[in-house]
């Protein structure tokens, strides 16, 4: 069980850090989050507490690629039991949108919710298949036609409102979810780009810093993901998805739910 939250995640998981590795870090002033567990610090990532840069990136990505693979199928129940809505458990709640809708309502037509890789399946062509294309990490319910306007474009600010789109916005070439999703977003994208280095058969995913990717293994832009991960700290739903899918389904974590501070540190 994850230990007590934290407020503020940058001095509390450094200090930890800092102790571990024989250090003293100087105090400094983090944002204020309630979504950092250390719990598994001296378990599950014993082997990246302290590292930094490619260091860490590699440790990590072993620790992460030890997982439980699903179906593309089976995302849809999944996706029940790691989004269900807090407040009505018959519900889900839709990334982009925020908003709640019924777990019977998925599908493909209007007014339904479908399964969205927020890294788009296209970046690196690996579709829906086991693996990248079926990761609950990166897997969210969202409204079919906010799905479809986001399609496969890269991250970036900017653009006009999208209808029923809870505040996100989208342009020629990018598109931003609303303020209350952008740093989940950006640690989804970032999981990915540490948990596929090429080295299983699927394409090597790495963050830069443009849109327009297409069907290059990139996502842009990485310099507003790292300032959206920043804004937007871990929330207890966010924290709760990533214990489900440890506990439940991957029995994997996304290390940039437990330690934000961790983006700062590979990038």
């Keep these: 069980m994850p230990a007590t939250h934290i407020g503020r995640w940058k ?3 450094l200090s930890t850090s800092a102790i571990l590795i024989g250090i003293t870090l100087p105090t400094m002033t983090a ?62 709640i839709l990334l982009y949108s925020g908003v709640s809708r019924a777990k019977s309502l998925n599908g493909g037509d209007v007014g339904d919710w479908n399964r969205e890789h927020t890294w788009a399946k296209s970046h690196g062509d690996f579709g ?26 890269d991250f970036d600010n900017g653009g006009s409102a999208v209808t029923n789109g809870g505040g996100s916005t989208v342009d020629s070439d990018s598109f931003a979810p ?9 640690r989804m994208i970032l999981y990915m780009a540490v948990r596929y280095e090429g080295d299983d058969g699927f394409a090597n995913l790495e963050p830069n810093e443009k849109v327009g990717n297409g069907s290059n293994p ?50």
């Design 218 to 267: 990139y996502m842009g832009k990485l310099s507003v993901l790292k300032a959206w991960n920043e804004a937007d700290p871990p929330s207890a739903f966010e924290e709760k998805r990533n214990q489900v899918i440890y506990d439940t389904y991957q029995h994997n974590r996304n290390p940039f739910i437990d330690h934000p501070e961790w983006v700062e540190a590979i990038w």
């Design 11 to 13: 001095t509390l998981a």
């Design 128 to 153: 829906e298949v086991t693996g990248p294309g079926t990761d609950l990490h990166h897997l969210r319910p969202a409204d079919v036609q906010v799905n479809s306007i986001r399609g496969n474009l």
């Design 31 to 92: 944002t204020p989050a309630s979504a950092t567990t250390t719990a598994y610090d001296s378990t599950y990532y014993k082997n990246a507490v302290g590292k930094t840069g490619t260091s860490l990136k590699s440790s990590l990505h072993t620790i992460i690629s030890s997982q439980t693979k699903i179906s593309y199928s089976a995302v849809w129940n999944a996706l029940m039991a790691t989004d269900q809505d807090p407040n009505n458990s018959s519900n889900v």
């Design 178 to 186: 609303r303020a209350a999703d952008r740093g989940d977003v950006a």
